[in-house]
């Protein structure tokens, strides 16, 4: 069965100082990988998204992820975070042959510091 | 209208009861996902509609749970009987496309509570 692992369940960290979550998943065929993030009060949103051609992806607010097949991975990054980027992050994957079923990951709260 | 909205916002039942969640998705979106969001868990899905058509009802927990969407807009999600393992917040989400490869537009969830 497929699954989604985020490492982190919980990130501090102080303004400027660069962000990385980590996401691997468990699946071997072609999948399409999403980031989603939730602001607090606020609904599930997309951050970024990957369907195919260059692996490195950029999404809204100054993220980017990576997809690197070998690692079946789509680590998350943002080079400065800002104490906007105080969020809930989602990782999630839909296998092409998986039908309609998107699994995502069990989040990582990330609180920056003022 | 302007985005997914559902409703209740909240709900709290007893034990035993039935409930009726409803989702409004975005208009003309084709796509309409249901999922369980336990606490501290990633949204878990729960089945998924093609317009009216029920296409993967593969992450329903038990026949307790029974959703439809007769019209390829409005859906519900039914629970019979609930029990306390029921609590959670339940995500409705709608995208454009007719795949399950789009974006998907999040509602602000119900959160229910079987007491």
């Known amino acids: 069965a497929q699954s989604v692992s985020q490492h982190n369940h919980h990130v501090i960290l102080s303004e400027a100082a660069s962000l990385e979550l980590g996401c691997n998943y468990s699946?071997?065929?072609?999948?399409?990988l999403f980031w989603y993030v939730q602001y607090p009060g606020q609904h599930l949103q997309l951050l970024l998204k990957y369907f195919s051609g260059d692996p490195l992806v950029k999404g809204i607010k100054g993220f980017e992820a990576e997809f690197i097949k070998s690692k079946f991975s789509f680590n998350l990054r943002k080079p400065s975070v800002q104490w906007s980027d105080t969020a809930e992050y989602f990782c999630?994957?839909?296998?092409?042959?998986?039908?309609?079923?998107?699994?995502f990951g069990a989040g990582t709260r990330l609180f920056v510091k003022a | 209208g302007a985005g997914v909205s559902q409703s209740p916002r909240y709900k709290v039942a007893k034990r035993g009861q039935d409930v009726a969640l409803r989702c409004d998705p975005i208009?003309?979106?084709?796509?309409l996902f249901w999922y369980q969001q336990a606490l501290g868990q990633g949204p878990e899905f729960l089945t998924y509609?093609?317009?009216?058509?029920?296409?993967?009802k593969s992450g329903l927990p038990s026949d307790r749970f029974f959703a439809e969407r007769p019209e390829g807009s409005v859906s519900t999600l039914k629970i019979q009987r609930t029990q306390q393992e029921d609590s959670a917040v339940y995500l409705c989400?709608?995208?454009?496309?007719?795949?399950?490869?789009?974006?998907?537009?999040f509602g602000p969830g119900t959160r229910l509570t079987v007491t």
């Open positions: 208009s003309g979106h084709v796509s």
């Open positions: 509609f093609q317009n009216e058509a029920q296409l993967d």
């Open positions: 989400a709608s995208s454009l496309a007719g795949t399950g490869l789009n974006e998907q537009y």
């Open positions: 699946y071997g065929g072609t999948v399409n």
């Open positions: 999630a994957v839909n296998a092409l042959t998986g039908g309609f079923k998107t699994i």
